[in-house]
């Protein structure tokens, strides 16, 4: 069991370790088995009853195959758990929750989309935009799925009897755009929503504990940290995980040992991490927004980004992602990554250091023409390097471009 806390911060520290005190170690152990000895044939055969059910086994008992279980893995996903549904009021009953794992964040997004598919409800609600894939994914009906792509405001109407998701993202990819988790809620109905926390992390929201059934993250990004792990997780209900872990078991894409083991630590310093690279990002959208060569800037926390007042309702602060639209459009665009001296030009986000990338050419090319992001617009992940370094780059780029 995780130990009790009134902080997200010294959760993100021990959550997912309860065990580690009675296993004698302190480091959490990495477990690479890719089979396990059985007791007996009776045995086995249990266990996998079990896990074709969506259970998980209980500490001590047969494990089988890697694709099933790891526990390595199961330390993740616990500590995924107890921070999507986190409460800081001590009085207040958390939202049941378990974490599935997964290969990629693409991984997860598709095992719910199937599991969702499988239960006889093919139809998703989508609220644009998404990151790129997602969207692609959602368009290309690939997975048996069908979507009707609306505005917040339409989710209600467009739902049918054979709506079985909806499906937001807020912060917005690329456009930072923030979308009322509870209000979507609302307008879903009894419609399960699915929110792509990639962005906030449950450092900043927690979409469990707004109502929604599904809480999805590229754990690539800021869970790990640091670029070296790739992965994805669901935090969901109890009933949805046991759903989604058979999709897992049949399909594959399930996570490794040495990846879960990276991104749990990741865990720990996330809030560290995040609340440093935010007051960065709030620095440098300040200082872009008076910028001769700026169109405009997108981040959550200028004046006027946020209508709906959802930073410290919905979400605890900004974040450390940040957009900005150039005034020469997509010449600008080119000139200023090729300019760029401290800054990386590269796909991705949420690690140590600062990475910009043109998400028209790159990570929503995929996206159909009347979704696309504008050719003149850059997205930057702000990393934990100085704000002064990154506003001279920045600088210096733009005046070239």
Not at 212 to 220: E, I
Request: one cysteine or more; charged letters at 20%.
């Amino acid at each position: 069991m995780t130990r009790r806390t009134s902080s997200l911060a010294s959760l993100a520290v021990h959550a997912g370790r309860g065990d580690l005190v009675g296993l004698g170690v302190h480091t959490m152990p990495i477990d690479l088995s890719t089979t396990y000895p059985l007791p007996s044939i009776e045995a086995g055969r249990d266990a996998y009853d079990r896990f074709a059910a969506g259970e998980r086994p209980d500490p001590g008992t047969t494990s089988v195959y890697r694709r099933a279980w790891n526990p390595t893995v199961a330390r993740f996903e616990d500590a995924m758990a107890a921070l999507e549904s986190f409460v800081p009021d001590a009085d207040a009953d958390a939202p049941p929750a378990e974490g599935v794992a997964f290969a990629s964040g693409m991984a997860a997004i598709s095992a719910v989309l199937l599991s969702r598919a499988a239960a006889g409800r093919p139809h998703v609600v989508a609220v644009r935009p998404l990151y790129g894939g997602t969207d692609a994914l959602l368009a290309s009906g690939l997975l048996g799925t069908e979507v009707s792509f609306v505005e917040v405001e339409d989710v209600g109407s467009a739902i049918t009897d054979r709506t079985g998701l909806v499906l937001l993202e807020t912060p917005s990819n690329p456009t930072l755009d923030l979308r009322d988790v509870a209000g979507v809620v609302a307008r879903a109905g009894d419609v399960p929503v699915m929110v792509d926390n990639t962005f906030a992390t449950p450092a900043l929201q927690r979409p469990l504990t707004l109502g929604a059934s599904f809480s999805v993250h590229s754990a690539t990004k800021y869970i790990g940290g640091h670029g070296d792990a790739m992965g994805g997780v669901v935090v969901t209900t109890p009933e949805h995980a046991r759903e989604l872990r058979p999709v897992r078991t049949v399909t594959g894409g399930v996570m490794d040992p040495w990846t879960a083991y990276l991104l749990h630590r990741g865990l720990a310093t996330l809030p560290v991490r995040l609340a440093a690279q935010q007051a960065t990002a709030a620095t440098v959208a300040t200082w872009l927004a008076g910028h001769s060569a700026v169109a405009r800037v997108r981040y959550p926390g200028l004046p006027g980004s946020d209508p709906e007042g959802l930073l410290g309702r919905q979400m605890s602060g900004p974040g450390a992602m940040v957009a900005l639209e150039l005034v020469g459009g997509f010449a600008s665009a080119e000139r200023t990554c090729a300019a760029l001296r401290l800054i990386t030009h590269a796909v991705s986000l949420g690690g140590v250091d600062t990475l910009v990338e043109h998400p028209a050419a790159l990570t929503h090319r995929a996206v159909s023409a009347d979704a696309q992001p504008g050719e003149g617009l850059l997205r930057l992940s702000i990393g934990l390097e100085s704000a002064d370094d990154l506003v001279d780059d920045l600088d210096h780029a733009l005046r070239g471009a």
